[in-house]
């Protein structure tokens, strides 16, 4: 089952943490998604893009690691 972090309308009511083993799934379902591109249209069409997602990714994963 893809991963689903459910954002409120109002930021205050926020309360769910995102552990690193969450970010671990949001990578792998991230990573699907680019080979289903990659195999459509060529790693040109991620060359920009993935390097951009893998150190959001990173930096969340730090977050993540920080609040556990």
């Known amino acids: 089952m893809p991963f689903q972090l459910e954002i409120p309308q109002d930021m205050d009511e926020y309360e ?3 552990s690193v083993v969450d970010v671990y799934d949001i990578a792998s379902e991230i990573g699907k998604e680019f080979e289903k ?3 459509a ?3 040109e069409a ?3 893009l993935m390097p951009k997602v893998i150190n959001a990714l990173e930096h969340l994963e730090g977050l993540a ?3 556990e």
Do not use: Y
């Open 16 to 18: 769910q943490e995102v």
């Open 37 to 39: 591109i990659i195999d």
């Open 41 to 43: 249209h060529g790693t």
């Open 46 to 48: 991620l060359t920009s």
């Open 65 to 67: 690691t920080k609040n």
